[in-house]
């Protein structure tokens, strides 16, 4: 089983970073006095439409797989399962959190929730316990 990055969840994070982005810029410019706030709102937006476009094929290659109850990554990440502590949808991430306290995140899931289905019940198989 596979899980890759959803490209419309990768847009649609980034629309949502740019709307921060650009108030967060408006409201330091407030703050500092600046006559021309509006500016806040494009430095924002092309920040975020710049770091969107620049990574977008990088970050949309990266899946990972559920293979023999190891969870296999980008950059040779490799998780096994009965490692595995805590599960959790953080945005449109699934967080993976080890034993041993390591981080894994599984990002711009479609479906957050359905791949927590998918790695739990693979977790449950593996480890045999229906009761998790």
């Given at each position: 089983?596979?899980?890759?990055?959803?490209?419309?969840?990768?847009?649609?994070?980034?629309?949502i970073?740019?709307?921060?982005?650009?108030?967060?810029?408006?409201?330091?410019l407030?703050?500092?006095?600046?006559?021309?706030?509006?500016?806040?709102?494009?430095?924002?937006?092309?920040?975020?439409?710049?770091?969107?476009?620049?990574?977008?094929?990088?970050?949309?290659?990266?899946?990972?797989?559920?293979?023999?109850?190891?969870?296999?990554?980008?950059?040779?990440?490799?998780?096994?399962?009965?490692?595995?502590?805590?599960?959790?949808?953080?945005?449109?991430?699934?967080?993976?959190?080890?034993?041993?306290?390591?981080?894994?995140?599984?990002?711009f899931?479609?479906?957050?929730?359905?791949?927590?289905?998918?790695?739990?019940?693979?977790?449950?198989?593996?480890?045999?316990?229906?009761?998790?």
């Amino acid at each position: 089983m596979t899980f890759t990055p959803d490209r419309a969840t990768y847009i649609r994070t980034h629309w949502i970073m740019a709307a921060i982005a650009m108030a967060l810029g408006m409201a330091i410019l407030w703050a500092l006095g600046n006559a021309h706030v509006w500016t806040g709102a494009i430095g924002g937006l092309a920040a975020v439409a710049l770091r969107g476009w620049y990574l977008m094929d990088e970050e949309l290659g990266h899946a990972w797989r559920l293979e023999d109850g190891v969870l296999a990554g980008p950059g040779e990440r490799r998780v096994p399962l009965d490692q595995v502590e805590k599960i959790r949808a953080i945005g449109a991430a699934v967080q993976i959190v080890t034993k041993t306290g390591d981080k894994h995140l599984i990002k711009f899931q479609a479906d957050p929730q359905a791949t927590i289905a998918r790695i739990e019940a693979a977790r449950c198989a593996n480890t045999g316990d229906r009761n998790e």
